[in-house]
């Protein structure tokens, strides 16, 4: 069997791992929604989401409180499966998210789904000695931007995958990427793609709508899904695909490779004469 460890699949979280926004899920669940609407169009998202941890905390509500919500995410049973059975396959599984590492690490372990994945990159999300969640921003947008006018100013999912690309050409794998996820911050990523990857957008979600605007701009293979079941099912096709690929690319290097009973006649500028004149000057 080919060595199938030349994939590595990158999921967004919310909304495509799960099938909600963690962040709306906490505050909403919590009975918080009016003071978030309220606050939303000063702040930008991330600062907010720190601002309604103080405010959760400032009403006694616990991490553990917070944790228990996180528990009870609504989630399609085919994403578990398909993620299991894509690390199964041999891909590095890793998740770029603009939640925090407190929400994703609560649901994953609760899922347990924690061990397939090799990286998180999202917002710092950590307890402070007051027992209050405090969110941080993965890009310090206070002493410097990341200069990416497509994408908040707390996170730029494309440098990320740029970063992941770059470490892994320095480790020599020739890595293919699919990349799976649903909102307008996917869409920066998507672009950073190359043309032997694949990117399946959420249809009829942000990032869908803006790679269908002007679909030329993403040089990855693009594969739309709707729910989990249809993850599960385009994933693993693809997986599948990229797996049969390889094999036969590997099956005709040895071919070519292959010394069996190969016959030199050395260097021939005219036609070769036919087979039975050729005089060998090696045999096997």
């Not at 460890?5 to 999921?11: D, H, K």
């Not at 409180?65 to 996180?70: C, D, F, G, M, S």
Request: net charge negative; with cysteine.
């Amino acid at each position: 069997m080919a060595n199938m460890n030349n994939i590595v699949v990158v999921f967004d979280f919310d909304k495509t791992i799960i099938d909600i926004d963690s962040d709306n899920w906490v505050v909403d669940e919590l009975g918080f929604t009016d003071l978030f609407n309220k606050l939303l169009p000063s702040m930008p998202w991330n600062s907010l989401m720190d601002r309604m941890m103080k405010e959760l905390h400032d009403h006694g509500k616990t991490i553990d409180e917070i944790k228990q919500v996180l528990r009870r995410v609504p989630i399609h049973p085919r994403v578990i499966s398909a993620i299991k059975s894509a690390h199964a396959l041999g891909c590095e599984l890793r998740i770029v998210s603009d939640a925090n590492t407190l929400f994703i690490e609560t649901i994953v372990e609760h899922l347990g789904i924690s061990d397939f994945f090799s990286e998180i990159n999202t917002n710092p999300g950590l307890v402070d000695e007051q027992g209050r969640l405090r969110i941080f921003p993965y890009h310090d947008f206070t002493k410097s931007s990341h200069g990416c006018s497509r994408c908040p100013p707390n996170m730029c999912k494309g440098l990320i995958i740029e970063r992941i690309q770059a470490s892994l050409t320095k480790e020599g794998k020739k890595m293919k990427m699919i990349y799976l996820g649903d909102g307008a911050g996917d869409y920066c990523p998507s672009l950073r793609l190359r043309s032997e990857d694949y990117m399946m957008p959420r249809k009829d979600f942000p990032v869908w709508d803006l790679i269908s605007k002007n679909p030329i701009l993403v040089k990855a293979t693009v594969r739309d899904w709707t729910d989990g079941e249809a993850m599960e099912r385009i994933l693993m096709g693809t997986i599948n695909e990229i797996i049969l690929s390889s094999e036969e690319e590997e099956d005709k290097e040895k071919m070519l490779s292959s010394d069996n009973c190969k016959i030199s006649v050395g260097i021939v500028h005219e036609p070769l004469l036919p087979l039975a004149l050729q005089v060998p000057t090696k045999s096997c």
